[in-house]
């Protein structure tokens, strides 16, 4: 679908996608981000919901005065403990749409994909992840650790366990919201959005991917820390076992 055929204007009863924004102390991205992404969607199906997560700087403020200009968007406050799970789970929760997209803060997705998912996902998948580690994928950026990490993760398991995506860590992935009524997260932080997809395949989910493009964070100080790696780390052996009746 191209950008040009995209309707805008009052958002409809009928919600298809709601895009959720994780956002904690993006005061210089949130804008940008959002304006980005209304390039590629149909705002008359589509709300955005910015779930501001205990941000000290102005994230909330601009969240509003968005809000304010576009009646598909709205602010919403993350109530529980900080972080990226509790964060993106407050706006599961809040969503309408039939499909929920996470989109990070940061303008490291690529909202050009948001189509190409929703098209994906309406072949009966549920779960459509925007995959970095895929022919025609890119990462560009972020620490070299972290890549090497996170390459090495996704592409073993897509052998080990005969999972369908090369790229099961990043959260860039369209859900049909309904699995959620499955499907019941637990983990904090980042780690979430591997945990739900190997959940899914376990439980039978239908699941697929398209190549994305991520982009290293260009403004602000990234969120990665080595020590945030154990979760991924444990649910990697989690899922190895589990495919092998070892659990």
């Given at each position: 679908m191209q950008k040009n055929n995209l309707k805008t204007g009052t958002l409809s009863d009928r919600i298809e996608l709601t895009i959720v924004i994780p956002a904690r102390n993006e005061e210089s991205n949130l804008e940008r981000t959002v304006e980005d992404i209304l390039k590629y969607i149909d705002t008359s199906t589509t709300e955005i919901i910015i779930v501001n997560d205990h941000s000290t700087d102005r994230t909330e403020e601009i969240g509003q005065q968005l809000s304010l200009k576009y009646s598909f968007i709205k602010?919403?406050?993350?109530?529980?403990?900080?972080?990226?799970?509790t964060t993106l789970l407050t706006g599961f929760k809040q969503a309408k749409g039939e499909y929920v997209l996470p989109v990070m803060a940061d303008m490291c997705d690529d909202p050009g994909s948001i189509q190409k998912m929703l098209e994906k996902a309406k072949d009966s998948y549920d779960i459509v992840c925007g995959s970095?580690?895929?022919?025609?994928?890119?990462?560009?950026?972020g620490p070299k650790i972290q890549n090497f990490f996170s390459f090495f993760v996704c592409k073993s398991l897509r052998y080990l366990i005969n999972l369908p995506t090369n790229d099961?860590?990043?959260?860039?992935?369209?859900?049909?919201?309904?699995?959620?009524n499955i499907i019941k997260p637990k983990e904090k932080g980042f780690a979430i959005s591997m945990e739900i997809t190997l959940k899914s395949y376990f439980y039978g989910s239908k699941i697929t991917e398209?190549?994305?493009?991520?982009?290293?964070?260009?403004k602000g100080k990234s969120k990665f820390?080595?020590?945030?790696t154990f979760p991924y780390v444990k649910l990697y052996f989690w899922a190895i076992l589990k495919k092998w009746k070892f659990l």
């Open positions: 602010v919403i406050n993350n109530k529980n403990e900080p972080g990226f799970s970095r580690y895929t022919k025609g994928g890119k990462k560009i950026g099961v860590s990043n959260a860039f992935k369209l859900y049909k919201k309904n699995i959620f398209i190549p994305t493009t991520w982009y290293g964070r260009k820390k080595l020590i945030k």
